[in-house]
């Protein structure tokens, strides 16, 4: 009978990725593997798409190494790319057909982009390092220039890799001669890092490799390291010969600038043990020991999927409309970014995790198509184009693209101890169109039936429930069966769909079953 039937539910958008090797931790919410999944609406659905920026590559072998949205002084919004083809590299701004300007050409390859605004002056200008190449300056002209006031310790080889405005001042740091030196400008005159009121601080240079982060936050500036190592220069008072150092952590840095990602109101940072820490926590919790921001089991999906040795090029946004955390790395065997992670804050008590494997990501920015616009991320792969992300129809240049979850084995009864007769499984959802979902239903661990589920409303048929438009806007929640066969202890499940313009949103699944014997 049917109220002899137990069910487990496998609520989405709840749980976050769980690697954990004991059944026994994992909750029915958790997935042990998503690629191209998104949370924002409290469900697992497919991730938005993609479409090119540019229509004509920039150069089919050139990587985009390096994106920034400026907006002048003359009030003229520009998209910059920094260009890499292996052998030079250039600065260029970038429209629909391709590159408008070349600022900066010749340049040496092989380097890391970082931007900065600030003020040259008289104008607005925008800032650029890549560790390769003399600092450039940009204020909406024909070219950039070198900066106009160079420290002597930046000459030839030795160019810095970080940049960043802070306290009227821009801050650098990073080149290879001097690595734990900060570099601070005078004030309101971003390009004169010598004479006046131009100064630099050595930060413990007896820790870390060297400085890779500088990130401003009120009259702080946060100094951050490779491997480990992270300070504040507090520079309250005006009187420079009053500013203080003080260590937040000797036991956790970074890899890169893209590593240390400013938020409303924190800083995330991915560090060199493959881990995420918010600054908050290290402020709080300083030398003892530091929980990281998500789980333990995340980070074991993280070590597992991700070159942790190659995270020097990471690079990261931070996508306040939809409160994600964006950041761009290589997976396991690559030396290119080629992968993405999101950390979804829209519930920022419980940041979850989300992972894509759709993009050849080498970076990462942000972009408003107009002025008025919202920014949304964008990124530049290695052939020479510029991608428009967050795009309502669900394909990439009008091609599908995978989107899939997978469930961690699922002990129906008593942990596993005893088999379950198994007779449905249902799917709560919010109709998308007519479109299916391909899943996969695995007992104890053998695929044994693959299952289409329809994403498309049975209108008025039964089992369709109507919701008041005021809490769902109008949505319509339905659920579909499929029958299940067989017996398991066990059962896992893989949805997908890859389709082009196609879309899901689940909601939950709800396993059904009775009680079988104690068989092995």
């Known amino acids: 009978m049917a109220r002899d039937l137990l069910i487990i539910d496998v609520p989405c958008g709840q749980g976050g990725i769980n690697r954990s090797k ?46 920034w949205e400026f907006v002048s002084g003359a009030s003229v919004l520009e998209l910059i790319a920094m260009l890499d083809d292996g052998a030079t590299a250039k600065l260029v701004t970038v429209d629909s057909t391709g590159i408008v300007k070349t600022l900066k050409s010749g340049m040496t390859s092989g380097g890391n982009p970082v931007f900065a605004e600030g003020w040259d002056g008289t104008q607005k200008a925008l800032y650029y390092v890549d560790g390769k190449n003399t600092m450039q300056v940009y204020t909406g002209g024909a070219t950039t220039s070198d900066v106009p006031s160079p420290p002597a310790d930046w000459s030839g080889a030795n160019q810095p890799t970080v940049v ?185 008590a419980i940041p979850k995790m989300l992972y894509s494997k759709r993009d050849n990501n080498i970076s990462i920015g942000m972009r408003r198509a107009t002025a008025s616009d919202v920014p949304k991320p964008i990124f530049g792969d290695d052939g020479g184009f510029v991608w428009q992300m967050e795009s309502a129809n669900r394909n990439k240049d009008s091609s599908g693209y995978n989107a899939q979850y997978e469930t961690p084995p699922i002990p129906l009864i008593s942990g596993g101890q005893r088999r379950a007769n198994l007779r449905e499984l249902e799917l709560l959802f919010h109709p998308q169109g007519n479109w299916d979902l391909t899943m996969e239903v695995h007992r104890d661990g053998v695929l044994s039936q693959t299952l289409t589920f329809s994403m498309q409303s049975p209108g008025a048929a039964a089992g369709s429930i109507s919701l008041d438009a005021d809490v769902l806007a109008g949505n319509t929640v339905a659920n579909t069966k499929r029958r299940l066969e067989g017996d398991a202890r066990y059962l896992k499940l893989i949805g997908r769909n890859n389709t082009v313009n196609q879309n899901f949103a689940v909601i939950n699944h709800m396993i059904k079953f009775k009680a079988g014997n104690n068989r092995p």
């Open 164 to 348: 960043c405005a802070h306290n009227e001042r821009m801050c650098a740091a990073g080149n290879a001669n001097f690595p734990h030196t900060i570099y601070l400008s005078e004030p309101g005159t971003h390009g004169v890092f010598t004479g006046g009121e131009s100064g630099l601080n050595i930060i413990y240079p007896g820790e870390g490799e060297k400085t890779v982060g500088l990130i401003s936050k009120l009259d702080y500036l946060y100094i951050l390291k490779y491997p480990r190592g992270i300070y504040i220069l507090d520079t309250a008072d005006p009187n420079q010969a009053n500013w203080q150092v003080q260590k937040i952590s000797g036991a956790i840095g970074t890899a890169s600038a893209g590593g240390a990602l400013p938020i409303d109101d924190d800083i995330i940072i991915y560090a060199a043990d493959g881990l995420f820490y918010t600054m908050s926590q290290l402020s709080d919790y300083g030398e003892v020991t530091i929980p990281p921001l998500l789980p333990f089991e995340t980070s074991q999906f993280l070590k597992e999927e991700i070159t942790s040795t190659q995270l020097a090029r990471l690079q990261s946004v931070w996508y306040g409309y939809k409160r994600k955390a964006i950041f761009v790395v290589p997976a396991t065997g690559a030396t290119e970014n080629n992968r993405r992670i999101e950390i979804d804050m829209h519930i920022s």
């Open 22 to 67: 004991n059944i026994g931790l994992v909750s029915s919410s958790d997935l042990a593997i998503l690629d191209g999944i998104t949370i924002e609406r409290d469900m697992w659905e497919k991730e938005p798409g993609a479409s090119k920026i540019n229509s004509a590559t920039m150069g089919a072998t050139s990587k985009v190494r390096g994106t």
